[in-house]
């Protein structure tokens, strides 16, 4: 159940809906505007409020207006508050647990027996629109936005507005990861008056994973994405999502879909064609208001779900993206400094961005309103079709129950296999499981063995049923991906994808499914009601083990890789510290350390880190010899050294290692793999492949493939598998990886350096290959 911050007795939110209902004018002076509440305006004067004062002023507002509730739905990474507002009329909010049950009718068609329900139902229901903000935390203006929006819909006089209170129930959340408000102001403020002002801050602003807090939405590690899944998602199903954030500074001022193509072909195209009418109309609406700078169907693709989840449940993502400033200062763009992207040139017009922006100055202040605007032009628009948007709802939700032509009947989970170093089996099936659950899937264990298409399915397997509501979501991430390949022209180099290609969470899980084209017998199954228990993440000779203490680099330019590979020491209790550039140049490795991890880091950042002129010098700078000089000493000591992915050739390079990197000097239209799932075969009697099986799958992006100079002394652990290579996603040309080493140990001096081509880690979703990573820590024997 949620906390709840805010609650007045029903018969006292009923006699003020009366008389506030009467005199809108008078609610509206007796709810305090932000600025008022926080005793300053945030985006007039360029200054960030702290995440206590942001609650504080929603407490008001909810305090004060009979149309404002304010929950708590949990505790984020770090113990914060994370909150949601929920803003409607006082009527709607009166019968808000029955408008709930309403929704959830509606979510289902499977409890809808006639049209005539369905349209009673409708008539009854209302639409939820769902605003989030703050998940990148140095997109600064999204909780301010946020602030605005909820003061404005709540006390605005307005038949517009009145008329998105009625026919809406807004759900707000303000700061999706509340963690990172305080620290951004902290940065931002030390940076007044210096040359870095409202530069990246030199950490990661979610404790662990950073930006890609925003592509964990189909896997579910963080707690934030969690409670959001779980108290949001599936408690009120939205119909809209309204996704507040930022982009660079030097392009359009704004992005609102339609989507660019590949969309993933288990969206539904019902809410591929609304998202494109409805963000056609909210262009159409901010240049109404003398808005430029608007753009459609340009930069962002709707192809993985790890940003989209609410398209996989009958809804609706509306990415708003803003440009940014230098995080609340001004900035100052000239016409010719505008850069072009996908699909749009900001500085000439076109169909999807018919007004350019003239160039300027731009601030905090444009940024929340357009943000404001575009957040306001949504409801709007989406309050005056409510009973369409629900009835497609409902239709989206029917197909899926009906089941696709290009699905199969349902899919099978075997039993876990045990194994390996750790429980891999049994920990990746329950995890799979897990994610299915929290996504609203319903999954069925086999009490019995069956026949299906001529084998056996055993006993304890978990069936995924394709005829659901969210069965959508089960196919998208149970399937694999066949990214359609892009290019910038016939012949030339591929276009690159917005994000990566592939999210298979079978092959990254290490895992077999299989989808069965006839349906399994209903007497053999039970409904879970619960995921399966998973085993204690644990790793032998390593969690806990004080013999052992693993230094991992920490760059002051922040790599979400870095914060994934934290985030898998600590859930796996891996004995670890951080490394700075300054405790690198101490130099004594060997007296704290057992082995050092980079993680997948662009060579050009290993080396040069950040410009002294976009940092103050203590967080300036990268690896140089003496750090290099230091790394070496500490492998030669008898030290192991393990880089992960694109760190791989600053090691080869800075130890001089007699190893290459076949792929170096390919270009893109040579070689391309934009985060896909290839094929590996495994020498299991090596040390570090020990416990896995003969072949998998892993994760490359960004890789390597190694072979030896003449002379050297390398073992290879792992190769990319001949044939077929590509699992999942996309690849330009397979055929120069194909059987060569992915991963390698290489003997130096007293000590060894691991070289990964692939990301064994890979967001925290790379099961499968946890245990090469795991075996390469453990201390030698």
Do not use: C
């Amino acid at each position: 159940m949620f906390e709840r911050t805010v609650h007045r007795p029903l018969l006292l939110l009923g006699l003020l809906a009366g008389v506030l209902a009467a005199s809108p004018v008078l609610h509206a002076q007796q709810v305090r505007r932000p600025a008022e509440v926080l005793g300053y305006d945030p985006a007039a004067t360029a200054r960030l409020p702290a995440w206590r004062e942001m609650l504080f002023f929603f407490e008001a507002l909810a305090e004060a207006s009979p149309r404002v509730r304010l929950d708590t739905l949990g505790r984020s990474t770090l113990d914060a508050p994370l909150v949601m507002v929920t803003v409607s009329s006082e009527q709607n909010l009166a019968r808000l647990d029955e408008l709930r049950q309403v929704q959830a009718r509606l979510a289902d068609p499977r409890r809808i027996d006639s049209d005539a329900v369905r349209d009673s139902l409708i008539e009854l229901g209302r639409l939820i629109v769902l605003v989030t903000a703050g998940t990148h935390s140095t997109e600064v203006g999204g909780p301010l936005a946020a602030m605005r929006l909820a003061y404005q819909v709540a006390t605005l006089p307005t038949p517009r507005a009145a008329r998105i209170r009625d026919e809406v129930i807004l759900l707000i959340v303000p700061a999706v990861n509340p963690d990172g408000i305080d620290p951004v102001k902290q940065w931002y403020e030390s940076t007044l008056g210096t040359p870095w002002l409202g530069s990246e801050p030199p950490f990661l602003y979610h404790h662990y994973v950073g930006h890609d807090l925003n592509r964990d939405w189909y896997a579910f590690t963080q707690k934030e994405t969690q409670l959001l899944v779980g108290r949001v998602f599936q408690r009120w199903h939205p119909q809209i999502h309204h996704d507040l954030h930022q982009q660079e500074p030097t392009g359009a001022r704004y992005f609102i879909p339609p989507w660019l193509d590949p969309v993933e072909p288990n969206v539904d195209p019902l809410l591929i064609t609304a998202a494109t009418s409805l963000g056609t109309r909210v262009q159409w609406s901010m240049l109404e208001e003398g808005r430029t700078g608007v753009a459609v169907a340009a930069l962002y693709d709707a192809w993985s779900p790890a940003r989209s989840y609410v398209h996989y449940h009958a809804g609706v993502r509306m990415l708003a993206e803003t440009a940014s400033a230098r995080l609340a200062a001004p900035i100052e763009v000239a016409p010719e400094d505008l850069v072009p992207g996908a699909n749009v040139d900001p500085r000439v017009s076109s169909w999807n961005y018919p007004v350019p922006w003239p160039g300027g100055r731009w601030d905090l202040a444009d940024i929340v309103g357009y943000m404001q605007s575009g957040a306001m032009a949504t409801l709007g628009i989406a309050a005056s079709e409510r009973a369409t948007w629900l009835r497609n709802f409902v239709r989206v939700g029917r197909r899926a129950s009906e089941g696709w032509d290009a699905w199969p009947e349902a899919w099978v989970i075997p039993p876990p296999v045990h194994d390996g170093p750790v429980p891999l089996g049994e920990t990746a099936v329950a995890e799979l499981v897990r994610i299915l659950r929290t996504a609203g899937v319903e999954v069925r264990r086999a009490t019995d063995a069956f026949t299906a298409e001529g084998r056996t399915i055993p006993a304890g397997s978990f069936i995924v049923d394709m005829h659901q509501p969210y069965a959508a979501f089960a196919q998208a991430v149970l399937a694999r991906q066949a990214y359609p390949p892009q290019r910038q022209h016939e012949g030339g180099p591929p276009t690159p994808p917005y994000d990566v290609t592939a999210h298979n969470l079978p092959l990254l899980f290490g895992l077999s499914t299989i989808p069965i084209h006839e349906a399994p017998p209903v007497g053999v199954m039970e409904l879970l009601t619960a995921p399966p228990p998973s085993p204690p993440r644990r790793v032998a000779d390593l969690s806990g083990d004080p013999a052992v203490m693993v230094g991992l680099y920490r760059p002051w330019l922040p790599s979400p890789d870095e914060g994934w590979t934290r985030w898998l020491f600590d859930t796996y209790a891996v004995p670890y510290a951080s490394l700075t550039n300054d405790d690198i140049a101490r130099g004594g490795l060997l007296r704290e350390f057992t082995a050092l991890v980079i993680p997948s880091i662009e060579p050009a950042i290993l080396r040069f880190g950040r410009s002294a002129g976009d940092a103050p010098p203590e967080f300036a700078g990268g690896l140089s010899l003496d750090h290099v000089a230091h790394l070496r000493e500490f492998v030669e000591g008898g030290g192991t050294l393990v880089a992960l992915g694109a760190a791989a050739d600053f090691v080869i390079e800075a130890l001089d290692l007699p190893v290459e990197d076949f792929l170096d000097g390919l270009s893109p239209a040579d070689f391309y793999a934009p985060g896909s799932q290839v094929g590996l075969t495994v020498d299991t009697t090596t040390t570090v492949g020990a416990g896995m099986p003969s072949t998998t799958a892993a994760w490359m992006e960004n890789g390597g493939a190694f072979r030896v100079r003449r002379g050297g002394d390398m073992r290879v652990v792992a190769r990319y598998a001949e044939s077929p290579l590509m699992r999942s996603g996309w690849v330009v040309g397979e055929s120069w990886i194909a059987g060569r080493p992915a991963v390698v140990e290489v003997a130096r001096g007293g000590g060894r350096v691991v070289l990964f081509g692939i990301r064994p880690q890979y967001r925290g979703q790379a099961l499968g290959t946890y245990p090469l990573l795991f075996n390469s820590l453990k201390r030698r024997r």
